[in-house]
């Protein structure tokens, strides 16, 4: 691409807010195509948005060649020449849309930990299954030798164990080769880690059982591995913390209702509620970032435990909650309506699951007296087939394939 096919005007500044500028002139701004002078080759610069480069101009007759390195062509083409080209070389099989979305995130600063955002393959599989195994073989042996092992020696063998984890991972994580192995060392790290506590808290005559340990355990893991990603910016760490997170919510709302008969099961189903919607709201702040790949989880986690708390908390004839009856539908429908914006096989999955189970339930409750059972169940049937036609229907018309 010559310069002079650029799409260009007469205004100083491009809309990319870039400047082409002649060093003589005191850095005013000048588009060499539209200007005369008997010579600029004094220096021209090609400045903005921090750049600060300078290029070659030749003065040819009363207009200029300028001979652009190809990083400079693709700064100054407009959005509109870029979308044209991503589209020419998307019809020509040569960019995928795997290829073209690891290009976004690489510009939106991606150079850090990648384990979790990438797919994980078959070596980092292993890698994982390895660490598990690992705690396993830990946790076996402390308890089957506990009342064997003296205090010191629970203590090096967990909490011990699981800080020695995470010095190795450090040390793997800093070549970009071995980052698989080292996020396996941290995920030896943060199973072990809860396990230590407990031996430490249990030696100190605590209730092991009690909320308030559980919420003690969490905590600590929770603010050791939010300061870890402050640190070192891995996924594994912002994984871990939302888990040890949801931890230390469900532990210390139970420490502090503590057995008020009050608090029901209800209670525990609008916990869930909450969490699923905040489980929600990350991914969809994920989603706009390098850790797309994270909402997947969070959304399928999230949809699950928003609309499952929601349908148990309309419960089932006689004791149903008419309030929730009446909510839920219209959860179900904004689910399936928000799948298409987002395009998330989660949020459509079970957003037409829970319609299924929504139909059913409704069905049982209300129609089976007066309609009778038999053609209850012939509506139902009706029902479900064309919730399931919506569900292909949507899938295939807003939702990309893997």
């Not at 300078?54 to 083409?77: E, F, R």
């Not at 559980?214 to 600590?220: D, F």
């Not at 994984?239 to 709302?253: H, N, Q, R, V, Y």
């Amino acid at each position: 691409m010559d310069a002079q096919n650029l799409n260009l005007d007469s205004d100083t500044q491009s809309p990319n807010g870039f400047k082409v500028v002649s060093g003589s002139y005191g850095g005013r701004g000048y588009s060499p195509f539209f200007f005369g002078s008997t010579n600029y080759n004094n220096g021209w610069h090609l400045k903005g948005h921090n750049i600060d480069k300078s290029i070659n101009v030749q003065a040819v007759g009363d207009s200029y060649d300028l001979t652009y390195p190809d990083w400079i062509k693709k700064l100054i083409m407009d959005k509109q020449q870029v979308e044209q080209y991503i589209n020419s070389l998307a019809s020509q099989k040569i960019l995928t849309r795997e290829e073209l979305l690891n290009a976004y995130d690489a510009g939106l600063g991606s150079s850090g930990d990648m384990v979790l955002v990438k797919k994980i393959g078959a070596a980092e599989i292993l890698y994982y299954i390895g660490g598990a195994i690992v705690f396993l073989g830990i946790e076996i042996l402390v308890w089957q030798n506990w009342s064997t092992l003296d205090f010191f020696t629970r203590v090096l063998a967990t909490l011990g164990a699981s800080i020695a984890a995470y010095v190795i991972g450090i040390l793997f994580s800093r070549d970009k080769k071995f980052e698989g192995v080292g996020s396996a060392f941290y995920l030896i790290s943060a199973l072990v880690l809860p396990m230590g506590l407990y031996v430490v808290f249990s030696n100190m005559n605590l209730d092991m059982g009690s909320a308030l340990v559980a919420s003690l355990i969490s905590g600590i893991c929770l603010g050791a591995f939010l300061l870890s990603y402050v640190a070192f910016r891995k996924d594994i760490f912002t994984l871990f913390s939302i888990l040890f997170g949801t931890w230390f919510f469900f532990a210390f709302t139970n420490y502090l209702v503590g057995n008020n008969p009050l608090f029901d099961w209800h209670f525990y189903a609008y916990r869930i509620l909450l969490i699923g919607l905040s489980y929600v709201l990350i991914g969809h702040a994920f989603a706009k970032g390098v850790r797309v790949s994270m909402s997947g989880f969070l959304y399928g986690f999230g949809i699950l435990g928003l609309l499952g708390a929601a349908f148990s908390l309309g419960g089932y004839s006689p004791n149903q909650d008419y309030f929730w009856e009446l909510i839920f539908p219209i959860l179900v429908l904004g689910t399936l309506f928000v799948s298409v914006n987002l395009k998330s096989k989660s949020f459509l999955t079970f957003g037409t699951l829970f319609l299924m189970f929504y139909i059913l339930k409704i069905t049982g409750e209300y129609f089976t007296s007066g309609l009778g059972w038999p053609v209850s169940l012939v509506l139902a049937g009706l029902l479900l087939i064309a919730v399931g036609y919506l569900y292909v229907y949507l899938k295939k018309k807003y939702i990309p394939a893997a």
